[in-house]
């Protein structure tokens, strides 16, 4: 992709239809031929312009270095951005898609800062924003926080990485609920109930809001020293994962924990209500390794 002569036309990156072929592993005719079945999707000035006569003269002019390839070329379609991708839904392969990824990372979507000093290209702000945006909803979704939480830390990203002011966009993110406005450890939760945080994350894992990760020990399995709780997909409406990283001597400690909104706590008081007063406080001779996340191995 990094070989491909910038061309341009109206002020938009375009291929013809031999670059593109070439970077999607098919050859030229079986473009043609998708273009020729499909030609209703097509839109010209907004999937393709088409050169003939003088105004294709005069693109051959402007670009000679690839002027030889269109000899004898009478009629010249030029694919935009819009237009590669509707090639690469209809070729539909691996490769097609994975070219098309490389074409708008490595070549459609770049600018260019200063041709004659040499300036290596860089993205152009909307690519950045893409990328972050996207990375935020995956990251989001990955680790159980809510969406406009890490929509929010993207935005702010960006307006880093580009200078772009989005106030108008950050305004368009929905307030927190009043619920959410605190949010509680467990030890918090716990010293409602006089409930130490490990009791805590016990029953919110009986209730199926979050699960622990446990490692097998000596006798018993236990749960794991680092970050070992993660919400389920029920739990997300009751609580979010955040960062809690810490700088140590001996360099940064990557680490996060659940904290749980008002709407948590009702649900325990609910759930302990339907246990009985025997189980708020536990049976000290039964709870003492489950306190500590500690179950017989089988």
Do not use: C
Not at 34 to 55: C, D, I, M, P, S
Not at 282 to 295: R, V
């Amino acid at each position: 992709m990094k070989n491909l002569v910038p061309v341009e036309y109206k002020k938009q990156r375009i291929l013809i239809t031999a670059q593109l072929a070439k970077a999607y592993g098919t050859e030229e005719k079986r473009i043609s031929e998708n273009f020729t079945r499909n030609q209703a999707r097509y839109v010209e000035g907004k999937h393709f312009f088409l050169l003939q006569g003088e105004a294709l003269k005069e693109f051959k002019e402007a670009y000679p270095q690839i002027a030889d390839t269109l000899k004898f070329t009478s009629i010249l379609y030029l694919w935009t951005e819009k237009g590669a991708w509707l090639h690469a839904k209809s070729l539909n392969t691996d490769k097609a898609w994975e070219a098309y990824e490389m074409l708008v990372d490595e070549y459609y979507r770049l600018i260019d800062v200063d041709q004659k000093s040499g300036t290596k290209h860089v993205p152009a702000w909307d690519r950045i924003a893409i990328g972050e945006i996207r990375f935020a909803k995956e990251f989001a979704k990955a680790v159980g926080i809510r969406p406009e939480r890490a929509v929010a830390v993207a935005l702010a990203r960006i307006e880093k990485e580009t200078g772009k002011q989005l106030a108008d966009y950050r305004r368009e993110l929905p307030a927190v609920e009043k619920q959410d406005a605190e949010l509680l450890t467990p030890s918090q939760i716990g010293a409602q109930f006089n409930l130490k945080a490990n009791r805590v994350n016990l029953l919110l894992e009986e209730m199926g809001l979050q699960y622990g990760i446990r490692e097998a020990g000596k006798t018993k399995e236990r749960l794991v020293k680092r970050n070992p709780w993660r919400l389920t997909e029920k739990g997300k409406e009751f609580g979010i994962m955040q960062d809690s990283s810490k700088q140590t001597t001996s360099g940064k400690w990557e680490g996060f924990q659940i904290l749980w909104s008002e709407k948590a706590v009702d649900a325990v008081k609910d759930f302990l209500a339907q246990k009985g007063s025997a189980e708020i406080n536990g049976d000290p001779a039964d709870s003492a390794d489950k306190e500590n996340g500690e179950y017989p191995l089988n």
